[in-house]
């Protein structure tokens, strides 16, 4: 059986025809769902859905107060991007995954900078960069009651200078008076205005389906594309643990500013740095000076930025300041590069100045505020005297096998007929639902889909995903487990 995995560490052919089955592996398991009274559809689409590679991203940008994140919450149809009547309202979270046509997408919301004295353009400037940047598309937002403002006329010289293809959203266009409002911008020279009301949802689908026809059908790997290349790792962390000082210590000279000022990087570092005797290409991805005044603002850039490296990465070493409590941004972090689906390695800095006590603590910490992330492997390092640093390098690697891991789907299912006998699912409304069979679809995170005869409880999920660990050693890697449940009807002979 192959795995379609090329030289390069790129899917094969087949990966994007059967997730990652090859074709004898593939035709054996549509056997066994038919038998399971599984349509052949069903099957395909739960395949496809669970062994996607990256999804294209779509930025949303705009100057502040023209309904960017009323317009992100209509499109991914919920309340989850924070809607408030003030410039640089901070979000925890700035992606999102969203649907239409049957196509998926990544979503990133740049609402949240700040007017600040520095002016108004540097601060669009600012946020714009960083998302258009990690887009294969933009929409760009303007009030079509308002009109195309100086700052409007900042954001589009941004967007011709980077090329990225750009959906044109009038806000705002509540009837038809508002769609003559919405003509005046076909000035900007972006091509056509699409008049819209993101509050109320008029216009929105002519909208989506002008930036299908922008965005790419999947974007191009950043990583693995060439024979032997360096794999990428993204250094992150919140401003001051480190990861400046880490990333000259491996190198083994002053490649990146450091200052006690937290948040001294501005811009992030690709260096290409030999380590145990292999080349990797480190990206450090610090967050910008934090003035008084600027605080809001310059998180926001620094969480746009580090979600565009991680997205750039194969594996995201995390490093956390050992010397202080694990903080939420800490935790947020983490959350960010698990949903990323990157490989992950716990670096805890500053190792050389704890006391007996504070071990103690970070211990219980670590089992309490990180027990997501309990399969990473972990490292206690010094950036500043250059402790454990030959570590890092065994666990990278050690990650990027668990990322990479493929397990046959005879393997796969016999292990789970073994997992549903000794462990059977909780009886619920008088019914036991029950894993029938499985297969992973796809890799780079491992992403299993399993089908069912009924709902499966998310405690049960965990369940196997803590013994797909166990069996099969996922070290490392967030595991994406998917479940399709059988129709009601019976059974086919």
């Known amino acids: ?127 714009a960069e960083y998302a258009i940047e990690a887009a294969d598309a933009v929409v760009f937002v303007v009030d079509a009651k308002v009109g195309a403002t100086d700052t409007d006329e900042a954001v589009v010289r941004l967007l011709r ?38 509050l109320h949802g008029r216009g929105t689908g002519d909208m989506l389906d002008a930036v299908l026809e922008a965005l790419p059908e999947a974007p191009a790997q950043t990583f693995g594309t060439a024979i032997g290349g360096p794999r990428r790792i993204a250094l992150i962390g919140r401003p001051n643990v480190g990861k400046s000082s880490l990333l000259n210590k491996v190198a083994n000279e002053d490649r990146v500013v450091v200052n006690e000022v937290a948040g001294t990087t501005r811009d992030p570092v690709d260096e290409l740095i030999e380590l145990g005797g292999v080349t990797w290409k480190f990206v450090d991805t610090a967050g910008i000076r934090k003035r008084v005044h600027l605080q809001q603002g310059a998180d926001y850039y620094a969480s746009l930025r580090t979600a565009a490296a991680v997205e750039k990465a194969e594996v995201a070493v995390i490093l956390i300041d050992a010397s202080e409590t694990i903080s939420i941004q800490d935790q947020r972090i983490v959350t960010m590069a698990v949903e990323a689906g990157r490989a992950i390695v716990l670096a805890f800095n500053k190792w050389d100045t704890l006391d007996e006590e504070r071990r103690y603590y970070l211990e219980r910490e670590i089992e309490t505020e990180l027990a997501q992330v309990a399969w990473a492997p972990r490292v206690n390092v010094s950036a500043r005297t250059g402790r454990h640093m030959e570590k890092l390098v065994p666990a990278i690697e050690t990650a990027l096998e668990g990322w990479e891991a493929r397990v046959p789907t005879g393997r796969l299912n016999a292990f789970l007929g073994e997992l549903v006998a000794a462990h059977p699912h909780p009886v619920r409304g008088g019914k036991q639902p029950r894993i029938l069979f499985g297969t992973q679809a796809g890799t780079k995170p491992p992403r299993f889909v399993l089908f069912s005869s009924g709902f499966i409880e998310h405690g049960y999920r965990r369940f196997v995903e803590r013994r797909l660990r166990e069996e099969f050693t996922f070290e490392g890697t967030p595991i994406h487990i998917s479940v399709r449940v059988r129709e009601k009807r019976g059974r086919k002979k």
Request: hydrophobic residues 40%; proline residues 5%.
């Open 161 to 198: 200078k980077a090329g990225k293809p750009v959906v044109l959203c009038a806000n705002k266009v509540d009837g038809m008076s508002g769609e003559a409002d919405a003509s005046y911008l076909w000035a900007l020279g972006l091509g056509e205005p699409h008049p819209v009301s993101a």
């Open 1 to 127: 059986m192959s795995d379609h995995i090329q030289p390069d560490g790129s899917a094969g052919p087949a990966e994007h025809e059967h997730g990652a089955l090859g074709d004898a592996e593939y035709a054996e398991f549509m056997e066994l769902a038919a038998e399971e009274g599984f349509d052949v559809e069903d099957i395909e689409g739960a395949i496809e859905a669970a062994g996607h590679g990256p999804l294209p991203v779509l930025a949303v940008v705009g100057r502040p107060n023209v309904g960017k994140s009323t317009l992100v919450n209509r499109i991914i149809g919920r309340r989850e991007a924070v809607v408030e009547d003030k410039p640089g309202v901070t979000r925890d979270r700035v992606t999102y995954e969203a649907e239409w046509a049957g196509r998926r997408f990544k979503l990133v919301d740049t609402g949240g900078w700040e007017q600040d004295v520095l002016g108004i353009d540097a601060s669009v400037a600012a946020q």
